[in-house]
């Protein structure tokens, strides 16, 4: 596709559970970042893949958030057993290279509502 | 600890006036930063960048004006256009933060027609 696909892009589900967000990126870019909005919070970053090498996952906020890139393309965060303060705007970007200048490409978003 | 502040949640700008948004930062290690937009639904865009070895980035109705012994910057629109009202995010790096930026709060920006 032309830009960043997010799905999806609601996602309602009970406390406890666990949730899957999905992150097509622009084709060729081999940067691809996870940020994620609370309510009238800055974007609030949560891990970065580069090509091969090892995410920087330094900003995921526990250990119930995982992230993975198959074959350096399609990207999902995983959340295990959610709590209500998961709850936000998820979003993913991604850039041709890291993203050291110029502009990344942010998705639509996935907003999570945890009840 | 927020380190990139955006103190004004919202800001009301009469159409062809100048739009002024400002953005606050406290880690001195930041070196490069952005402008991004996002309008409702849709995700954030860029909009302009400076680095840190300028004062002032123009494209456009849009420029940037950074003052680094103040750690404050500003985004101008001139003139503003009602297709502008969109919440505006200011974003800084630094050398020590590896490839990910720092996000203000956003300040939504409504240009009265």
């Known amino acids: 596709g032309a830009g960043v696909s997010q799905s999806p892009s609601n996602k309602v589900t009970e406390k406890g559970k666990d949730v899957e967000l999905r992150c097509d990126p622009i084709?060729?870019?081999?940067?691809l970042y996870w940020y994620r909005q609370s309510l009238g919070q800055g974007l609030e970053f949560l891990i970065y893949?580069?090509?091969?090498?090892?995410p920087d996952k330094s900003g995921l906020p526990s250990d119930r958030f995982s992230a993975e890139r198959t074959g350096g393309s399609v990207s999902t965060l995983t959340i295990q057993r959610t709590q209500q303060e998961d709850s936000a705007v998820y979003l993913c970007a991604s850039s041709l290279e890291a993203w050291g200048q110029g502009e990344a490409f942010f998705g639509q978003g996935t907003r999570l509502t945890v009840v | 600890d927020q380190q990139v502040k955006q103190n004004s949640p919202s800001l009301s700008v009469q159409e062809g006036r100048i739009s002024i948004l400002n953005c606050d930062y406290t880690?001195?290690?930041?070196?490069?930063f952005l402008w991004y937009k996002k309008y409702p639904a849709e995700g954030p865009t860029f909009l302009i960048s400076?680095?840190?070895?300028?004062d002032k980035n123009e494209d456009g109705r849009f420029t940037v004006f950074l003052n680094k012994s103040a750690k404050h910057l500003s985004l101008h629109i001139v003139p503003s256009q009602p297709g502008d009202s969109a919440v505006y995010f200011c974003a800084a790096r630094g050398w020590n933060y590896g490839q990910n930026f720092v996000f203000g709060p956003g300040t939504r920006l409504s240009v009265l027609p």
């Open positions: 893949f580069q090509g091969n090498s090892a």
């Open positions: 084709s060729g870019h081999t940067a």
């Open positions: 400076i680095s840190s070895i300028k």
């Open positions: 880690n001195s290690m930041f070196d490069y």
